[in-house]
């Protein structure tokens, strides 16, 4: 697998800067991603993000694409923002959709998922040997699915 070059993950309002590249681990099902801090125009880091390249079970459950804003800079969208240049990574990896899983109670992502015109295709219960699961306690997820046609 080879990770591509990530400077044009910018606009005007935000960039993403690369923190971390994860080859993965085939023995615990990890897929290679991409980990970023999102940060705003002045280059102050305002939450973070990654990448899961592929698909694979565990990947519809936790999904291809994570993100995190810090309390202080929520509501300013910039989860959505982040995760619009991470659909253009995964084209540029030729990923054909993207999966984005959120708790069912977690209205701001929901919320996030809906804007960017994500299709929830439903809200499933975590196998039993789940990460998330084990892990976090969590039962549940919504998984969106997000095409991503060739601009």
Request: charge should be negative.
């Amino acid at each position: 697998m080879t990770f591509l070059d990530t400077g044009f993950l910018k606009t005007d309002e935000i960039f993403l800067r690369q923190v971390e590249l994860d080859a993965g681990d085939p023995r615990r099902m990890w897929e290679p991603a991409y980990h970023f801090d999102i940060c705003n125009s002045e280059g102050v880091p305002v939450g973070g993000c990654n990448l899961r390249l592929g698909h694979s079970k565990a990947l519809y459950y936790a999904g291809n694409i994570g993100y995190k804003i810090d309390p202080a800079y929520r509501g300013h969208r910039y989860a959505g923002k982040a995760c619009r240049l991470l659909f253009d990574l995964a084209r540029r990896h030729g990923m054909e959709y993207v999966i984005i899983t959120c708790n069912p109670d977690n209205w701001a992502s929901r919320k996030t998922c809906e804007r960017l015109g994500g299709t929830l295709a439903e809200i499933a219960e975590l196998p039993e040997d789940a990460p998330m699961r084990l892990e976090r306690g969590g039962t549940e997820k919504c998984i969106f699915r997000f095409d991503l046609p060739v601009e």
